[in-house]
């Protein structure tokens, strides 16, 4: 439960910076996960793409986002070993909303 409220306040902050790239339909039919590590202090790094949509203008405006959005939420201390180790993954659509 803590962990996706996070996500949920990270892509939030995400979706800020990220928008479809040009010429990059908005059906809904394109997804991108991105997987990207995060310290204590919020600091991003190591941001890739985990499973690519397969438009590669998308999946890089996709990483382009999350760093545009640096320095994130801390995670919360239960999460932060994880966030820092392993990873955080946020899925990104094609579609507007």
Request: glycine share 6%; no cysteine.
């Amino acid at each position: 439960m803590l962990l996706n409220l996070y996500k949920d306040k990270v892509h939030q902050r995400i979706s800020r910076n990220w928008r479809i790239p040009p010429g990059v339909p908005t059906d809904g039919n394109l997804v991108t996960m991105i997987l990207f590590k995060v310290d204590q202090s919020g600091r991003v790094f190591d941001v890739r793409v985990n499973q690519s949509s397969g438009n590669a203008a998308f999946d890089e405006y996709s990483v382009s986002a999350v760093y545009k959005s640096a320095p994130l939420p801390p995670p919360p201390s239960e999460f932060a070993e994880e966030a820092k180790t392993s990873g955080v993954l946020v899925p990104f659509k094609n579609k507007t909303y």
